[in-house]
């Protein structure tokens, strides 16, 4: 087969970039844990740069045929009315210091991942959210968001009930155990490494939001021992015979591998770059 022939065939899955700062200058990246799984399962990953403009330049991307949404900042809260949870101007503050890299707002990274979300929502295009990925989703649905989850849901819960979402010690070696709701995808997927009668998997972490109210038309794929939903779907979205559905994941199995390793810490990690090709 001809290669100008390739794109034709081959899926493609959107991925936006992150901005960062290097050498004084602004640099997009994209984690190729992302890239690689996307091609080693038959599509080819196409990158839309966070630039300004590019939100009203998204027809050109065509055609879409799956969209992938990862890392990044904090979303806006504008964007989902939130009043900041009643959080003080000293907790603000102090949210900031802690996590400086997320709370910087980027509105046009924001702008253009709500409306490749609201465009995978209208034409039932698979879509997975992952982290900011999946509040990016929940918010395009009309959900909210928890602006701290230290603030918010940790200091109000006994310490048996207390997750630790994101360790700056252990950053990728930090674990936290989730249960997953029966009938799922998220239990399809791991269904073969869930012991009898204990629906737990344990899972990473890198957040510090995390979904408040979850929009009326997904259903909890999985929660935290603290209450945190950490995966949801939508249902009527969802036929895996096409290859498609719409979801979120708080948190990162492309990242899920064993120390110095790329095994995955369970074979279910990987089901979610799959299914949608």
């Known amino acids: 087969m ?12 959107l991925i936006v970039s992150r901005r960062t700062v290097r050498k004084n200058k602004f640099v997009d990246f994209v984690g190729e844990y ?6 080693s ?25 799956g969209v992938l949404l990862c890392e990044g900042e904090d979303i806006d809260p504008s964007l989902y009315n939130d009043e900041l949870s009643n959080l003080s101007v000293e907790e603000l503050e102090e949210i900031r210091r802690l996590h400086a890299s997320d709370t910087a707002i980027d509105k046009e990274k924001d702008t253009i991942e ?12 698979p879509y997975l959210g992952i982290c900011r990925g ?16 230290g603030k918010e849901i940790s200091k109000n819960l006994p310490e048996s009930q207390r997750v630790v979402h994101m360790d700056y010690d252990n950053y990728d070696g930090h674990r936290h155990v989730i249960e997953v709701v029966e009938e799922t995808p998220l239990h ?5 490494s869930l012991e009898d009668e204990k629906m737990e998997i344990s899972v990473n972490s890198y957040h510090h939001q995390g979904v408040k109210k979850l ?20 249902p009527d979205a ?7 559905f719409i979801m979120g994941l708080q948190f990162h199995p492309e990242r899920m591998r064993q120390e110095d390793s790329d095994e995955f810490d369970y074979p279910g990690c990987t089901f979610a770059y799959q299914v949608p090709l």
């Open 41 to 65: 399962y038959g599509a080819v990953p196409v990158i839309v740069p966070r630039v300004s403009g590019v939100h009203m330049l998204l027809d050109s991307f065509e055609p879409i045929h």
């Open 114 to 125: 709500l409306r490749l979300a609201k465009l995978c929502l209208e034409r039932n295009i």
């Open 134 to 149: 999946s509040q990016v989703l929940n918010v395009a649905c009309g959900g909210t968001l928890i602006q701290d989850i």
């Open 2 to 13: 001809a290669v100008e022939e390739l794109s034709v065939v081959l899926p493609r899955v």
């Open 238 to 244: 969802y036929n895996p015979a096409e290859g498609k």
């Open 34 to 39: 992302h890239l690689d799984l996307i091609v």
């Open 188 to 192: 399809h997927w791991f269904k073969d």
């Open 215 to 234: 929009a009326q038309r997904f259903v909890p794929m999985a929660f935290a021992p603290d209450g945190l939903v950490e995966g949801f779907y939508d």
